[in-house]
């Protein structure tokens, strides 16, 4: 478990003092994939390398698995370092070293026999789909391979904790879907605690149980990825989400501009349920979906729908109802009709 | 044409030269390199105690690396003789050579260390490196190209120095040149003392990029 307890982080220069992290303290379940999200500058990153120190914070206590590790000596941090494998966005590979080398690197750090270490090597290479990559050099790999040694060399120590920095930033959409595969895969097998920082949020849709949204430092959001997703309530969280849809032109049916239109959303199984269809037939109102997405946040299937209801009064608000009761987040939308030239 | 030269007395300068240019470099690379991680690890930490002791390596080899080198070789007479037990001879040229380049190959092997990307030196801290362990397994093999060349220039440079050193009965060819070609007017000696002279950069300097080249091949692409 990794706790932020009061966590500030501030730059002082000789003219200004910045403040990168803002009393954050938020607490990462074992096992659980965490994610950072926030635009650039939001701080995400700075707190992210508070955890294994490598920005030291401003304040407040840093606790890996019950250690404290602001209150370490330096060698004891560097012995605790060990169990947390950290990946980053340029990679960050020796150039000199071979691929073997590069994932052997933190075992030569920790004086495992050469044999022992070589055996751990081929395992890795295996684990990230790299066998037979050993002798290459990282300027002979592509992005997504040299992402892949990355990964090998932090697994390297058996961590318990693994921090992701932008891993997939540097990345073509194919190859961070190859990643983030990996990363899951990965997580899959050793059960370790991941933490991700992105300011994409197809990453954390995919991947992430949590998730904290960070401005100026702060956390103005945290939750279960699909809580968050499906109603997200901060301004910046709607901005990523493009909720309120400025790029968004949804093209309003004549008939529908003067019907109530409702956001509806589906989680779990009855996402596939004929919900929409049952509470038309009980009530007697009739509706059109003007727009949705259907999809997965992680392994739990989602649908958000816009929905226009027309017919009696009564029967609309009864619809409202029933879908309420069946458990969908059914939220009125005011919408301006986008004029279209036909 | 060349009637005057003595070209087992060449030969023997050449040896000379070779002689000091050699050991001066190793000493100057042994002791030089250390200062020069010194001065990069000083200089990479915010603290006030170790900006200060930055500036004052900094400065001192500064200092060493102004003074003309023809002024060093005099002003060292003393030490020299308290480290090889005289102050003439080649052994007692290659203290003044060392005192000069040593400095000089510090600065340029910070130079090459400050190439190194910060990245990959946080990489191997995230990995509980000592700083220890950073130096030896980071920056000296990331930095090796520029460490090699640095050891090129340091030699060229030494080859140049050397030249000086008849003045503390040192010979070599700089001292070959000076005694017939200057102030026994051969200048047929002159011309093949500045010749091999030649011959000795340019070999020095292709052996070094061969190096380099072969360091550097297997880290580009292909």
């Known amino acids: ?54 920005e030291r914070p401003t304040a407040g206590r840093v606790e890996v698995d019950g250690t404290d590790l602001t209150q370490l000596g330096r060698r004891e941090l560097q012995q605790a370092r060990k169990k947390i494998g950290m990946i980053f966005q340029h990679f960050h590979l020796l150039n000199s070293a071979s691929v073997a080398d590069n994932v052997a690197f933190p075992l030569r750090l920790a004086r495992v026999p050469r044999r022992a270490a070589m055996d751990k090597v081929h395992e890795l290479l295996e684990l990230v789909g790299l066998r037979g990559f050993e002798k290459h050099y990282p300027a002979q790999l592509s992005g997504g391979q040299k992402q892949r040694v990355a990964i090998a060399r932090a697994l390297a120590n058996d961590p318990d904790v693994l921090l992701c920095d932008e891993a997939t930033s540097a990345l073509d959409p194919d190859t961070t879907q190859a990643i983030l595969d990996l990363l899951l895969d990965i997580h899959r097998r050793l059960g370790l605690t991941m933490v991700m920082v992105t300011h994409e949020m197809s990453v954390i849709q995919r991947m992430c ?24 309530q901060h301004e910046v969280t709607r901005r990523l989400l493009n909720v309120d849809g400025r790029h968004r032109r949804t093209v309003l049916p004549s008939h529908a501009t003067s019907a109530p239109v409702f956001e509806v959303t589906f989680v779990g199984d009855m996402t596939y349920a004929p919900v929409l269809a049952e509470v038309a037939r009980e009530t007697g109102a009739s509706f059109s979906i003007l727009e949705g997405s259907i999809g997965a946040l992680k392994d739990v299937p989602y649908g958000k729908l816009l929905v226009a209801w027309q017919g009696e009064e009564d029967a609309v608000a009864a619809a409202v109802a029933a879908l309420r009761t069946k458990g969908c987040g059914v939220e009125e939308r005011r919408l301006t009709p986008v004029a279209v030239e036909v | ?17 070779l002689y ?48 003309p080198f023809i002024i060093l070789l005099i002003a060292l007479i003393p030490f020299t003789e308290w480290v090889v037990g005289t102050s003439i001879g080649t052994n007692a040229a290659i203290v003044p050579l060392v005192v000069g380049a040593a400095p000089f190959y510090a600065r340029l092997a910070e130079t090459a260390l400050r190439e190194v990307d910060a990245g990959v030196i946080e990489a191997a801290q995230s990995m509980g490196a000592s700083t220890w362990q950073i130096v030896y397994n980071v920056l000296l093999p990331e930095a090796r190209p520029g460490l090699i060349s640095g050891v090129t220039i340091t030699a060229v440079a030494l080859i140049s120095y050397s030249a000086m050193a008849g003045v503390v009965g040192g010979g070599g060819l700089g001292d070959l040149a000076i005694r017939y070609g200057y102030e026994r007017f051969q200048t047929d000696v002159m011309f093949v003392t500045i010749v091999i002279m030649i011959v000795m950069v340019q070999v020095m300097q292709w052996i070094g990029d061969r190096i380099v080249a072969s360091v550097s091949r297997k880290r580009s692409r292909g």
């Open chain 1, 209 to 232: 149980d949590r998730v904290a949204v960070m401005e100026h430092g702060k956390v103005v959001e945290l939750g279960r990825v699909a809580d968050v997703f499906l109603q997200p």
């Open chain 2, 1 to 17: 044409m060349l009637s005057d030269v003595v070209w087992p007395e060449v030969w023997q300068a050449s040896l000379s030269t």
């Open chain 1, 1 to 54: 478990m990794i706790v932020l307890d009061h966590i500030t982080k501030t730059y002082k220069s000789r003219h200004q003092t910045v403040t990168a992290v803002q009393d954050v303290s938020l607490r990462v379940e074992d096992g659980e994939i965490f994610g950072l999200i926030g635009y650039s500058g939001a701080g995400k990153s700075t707190l992210l390398r508070c955890i294994n120190l490598l």
């Open chain 2, 20 to 67: 000091m240019v050699a050991v001066a470099t190793v000493l100057a690379v042994v002791i030089g390199l250390p200062i020069g991680v010194l001065l990069y690890l000083f200089s990479k930490r915010a603290s006030v105690q170790h900006r200060v002791v930055y500036e004052l390596l900094s400065v001192i080899v500064n200092i060493f690396r102004s003074v």
